[in-house]
């Protein structure tokens, strides 16, 4: 079913009209990408989305995700991934407890578990490595693994590509987009970067300063 916002309008403190007004329909395992000028509330919707909205932001409207609504709900009811242009991975934890972190508590063998995942993102015995020692495309494939783990019902990606290189910027597009599909979740990317837009192959929406998207 989605996720579908509807009639979402976000208006910064102070302000006498809102900074944006959306409505989208995302399918499972589509990619709706969001662009625009910085200032005009792309990473602000996604804020709002997470339940994670600043105080003096005002926001009407409607967020479903596969059905439920999710509108007013705790952020971590709402069962939301979320990547960011920085790939923060705690330095206190080794790359396995990183994973292991992004699993519910209920789950048994997880050290089969954050093994396997190792496995699936090329870094197989990496589990008691330090994150200090990871490259930036290794740090980015775990904390992508780390949110998969946490078995998210559709992704949010905050320019997550913006950071990289080239070379590991088209393997991580791909490594995330596929992951989509595969799991037929939806996602919404925020993107300054038309080749984000490109490489997703979904509808590409773009924001203006005082314009609705619809």
């Given at each position: ?49 997470t ?11 409607r967020?479903e ?37 992004g ?22 015995g990496y ?39 080239a ?17 037929q ?7 300054h ?19 609705a998207?619809?």
């Amino acid at each position: 079913m989605g996720l579908k916002l509807t009639d979402v309008m976000i208006t910064a403190p102070g302000a006498d009209a809102p900074m944006l007004a959306v409505s989208a329909d995302v399918a499972p395992g589509a990619v709706l990408s969001i662009m625009g000028p910085s200032g005009v509330g792309k990473s602000t919707l996604l804020a709002w989305l997470t339940g994670t909205l600043p105080a003096g932001f005002q926001a009407t409207g409607r967020a479903e995700l596969a059905g439920r609504d999710i509108t007013n709900l705790a952020p971590e009811a709402r069962r939301l991934g979320i990547l960011f242009q920085d790939h923060l991975l705690f330095p206190h934890l080794s790359v396995g407890a990183n994973l292991a972190f992004g699993l519910a508590a209920g789950v048994s063998d997880r050290r089969e578990v954050v093994e396997q995942a190792l496995v699936e993102i090329d870094l197989a015995g990496y589990a008691d490595r330090d994150p200090a020692t990871l490259s930036g495309g290794q740090r980015a494939r775990v904390a992508l693994m780390r949110m998969l783990l946490s078995e998210p019902e559709a992704l949010l990606l905050d320019e997550p590509f913006s950071r990289l290189d080239a070379a590991l910027r088209d393997q991580m597009r791909g490594l995330v987009f596929s992951r989509a599909r595969a799991k037929q979740l939806p996602v919404i990317m925020v993107t300054h970067d038309a080749q984000d837009g490109e490489a997703a192959g979904g509808e590409v929406l773009h924001l203006r300063s005082g314009q609705a998207a619809r």
